[in-house]
């Protein structure tokens, strides 16, 4: 275990081996790039400044602006050097003093998280959603279409996803307000037509997003290709109206009942830091067709992120854990579904978003949506003393993801109004 | 009618009562804005540089950038005030004369457009695909689930839209690449699963775009509003992979099958320009439901542009119109899609596109894509001397639009590799 000369608190989120990288401001300030340690929140455009990246990074002037996508568009080997560099800057014993000794660096480039406001990280040009857990897309077509015909025929061979809406992609926290829209008049007779009203059954998707990184390509991308193409990962919630959803989906997809919020945390974990906990999918493990050699991936390469997601009453004065999942979890890795979207040569530029689906497990309480948890509205949800079959008004949805050893945390925790 | 003193061919699609806006580069100079008359490209940012906006733009250095979104983000009442000076500077008897008497300007500032290279004239930040021609929707639902459940039970009540690629939305000629990706080994049989290749059914749509303007919404958008938010459109092909799509797309729509190209015309002809073109939507014209207040436009309004899309073969000399149709036959208008698009608060930013669906007529040769030519590639289509039930490589697909009176036309042409 590798500690920091700088001061970490015992459960802190952010230990020397996570290094994640957000943007952020104070006031009077431009918004720049940070990478956050303990509650010290680091601004790498200070550091980039001082000249302490000038070996290891090709272009100049990277952490001064509002986004990371300049940085995140070098190759890999940058993103890894630079990660490496602030790792023996902050080690003890120091590997690298020009930090630890220079006093006046140090206080211009720290900052108590407490005091600084967090932006989205990465201007995202395209934001693409997929449905990639087995257990949710079986929990959903179970409801919707019956328990034989749950899964759909292309499921286990492709990564099923849809391009989902970039302008409203939010850093958390964010306040989300409950959306209108139209809703089928009758439940059971959709040629009833519909009204228009406020959503009556909001929702949470605990999700993981991944980061898009490197230089835009114009031509399919192998599995290789994609692993190092990914720069990080983001926890997200695809806040959803269902009950707009179920009028409006058939035949091309979820449209006004996801475009009004997507909460991103704002911290990027990278690939790097997760290499310690890689583990495989759900795929790996069972007893499942080949997918087409575009799609093969022999480590079934995911990680193992404890996730959960749990709400908070306006009434209460802690959020309660209602759901228990795990990254690995999923049924196709993000590489996987990179490869997926690139097949035909389409191309993919920095700061575009991967939205891994709902990661839902096999258990009741894994579950990562309340459609699911309260099983369509047909079961209660405890959430404290208090009971839920979807959002109410006021809740604060806080996600969370640890890898257990390190203890790399990266949440969202946004109002639901 | 009005006539400029600036030589326009008679046959010229670019007359004065069009100025459209566009982003031009010529050799050694960075793209700009710029705007058409006949066969001449006018430089707008040296017009801008010699002060002849300067009464009417609310910000300076609007029309040297490489995209046009900062000038349509401003108020209608801006875009509007432009076109007219242009008109006033380039009509004869001529009503501002600073450019017509300015040699030197009118040397610097046109181009003959055989010698400039057309560029994409907006950064697009989210791209939305409707659906929105009663007739398309019908065709293709008639040949997917049969003529009793053609049309779903949401169509008329809502526009049925779906969140499409923006970094794959190119401007026009552009080559496009048929694409592989899976396609489904029976075709009668989904659970023999899948294999990989090159798309067999490769396809266009006809459509046409709204370039939505202004600044974000925070808020649901009216119908009135949403009118003028739209700053103009330009021609789409939404090129469809047949059956990449067919494999695909259910439950969460189109994806691979339709990411690796979206083609529009280089030129945004604006809805000030077509309002002499006005026309009702097919659902004026028709005993419809009444939509829901949020979606009624009492004027139903449409404009009345003559679509055509033509085909030429690598062995051909001249394409071969194979549909004319004819955008006033959409049931759902642009600012009924944006209405709609908002409904939940969705903020659309300048620069957005909408495409409007495929733009289907009641006539087997008003039909938007070869899907429906050749129903579902059950007959041949006739190409001048040659037939086609969909697209061969080489060929070049060219989509026109005019007005008749003043024949505002703006293209596609690009071709199938």
Known sequence: MAYSWLKVPNDSDFTIVNVPFGVFSVPGKSPRA?????????????????????????????????????????????????????IRLLVEPCEDPRLKE???????????????KMHLPIHVGDYTDFYSSREHATNVGTMFRGKDDALQPNWLH???????????????????????????????????????????????????????GGAANTRPMTIEQAKSRIFGFLLMNDWSARDIQKWEYVPLGPFTSKNFATTVSPWIVTADALEAF??????????????????????????????????????????????????????????????????TGCSMKAGDLLGSGTISGSTETSFGSMLELSWKGSREVKVGEEKR?????????????????????????????
Request: hydrophobic letters at 35%.
């Open 34 to 86: 940070a990478t956050i340690l303990g509650d010290t929140v680091l601004d790498l455009s200070l550091l980039e400044e001082a000249g302490l990246f000038d070996d290891i990074m090709p272009i100049a002037n990277i952490f001064c602006r509002p986004d990371l996508n300049t940085f995140i568009e070098q190759p890999k080997a940058v993103w890894s050097n630079v990660r490496q560099r602030v």
């Open 102 to 116: 220079n006093s006046a660096l140090k206080r211009a480039s720290f900052h108590h998280i407490a005091e600084v």
């Open 158 to 212: 492709l990564p099923v996803g849809y391009h989902g809406r970039a302008s409203t992609v939010y850093v958390s926290p964010h306040n989300v307000h409950r959306p209108y829209g139209q809703l089928q008049k009758d439940a059971n007779d959709p040629s009833q037509g519909s009204e228009y009203g406020p959503c009556q059954l909001m929702d949470f998707e605990l999700e993981m997003a991944a980061v898009v």
């Open 278 to 343: 890689a583990a495989p999918t759900s795929a790996g493990l069972q007893d499942n067709p080949t997918p087409l050699p575009y799609l093969q991936d022999p480590e079934y390469g995911s990680y193992d992120v404890v996730m959960t997601v749990a709400i908070q009453s306006a009434r209460q004065s802690q959020p309660n854990v209602v759901c228990t999942s795990n990254f690995k979890n999923l049924y196709w890795n993000s590489a996987q579904q990179l490869a997926h979207h690139t097949v």
């Open 389 to 417: 079959k979807f959002l109410h008004d006021g809740d604060v949805v806080v996600l969370k993801g640890h890898c257990v050893m390190s203890r790399h945390t990266f949440g969202c925790r946004d109002r639901s109004t």
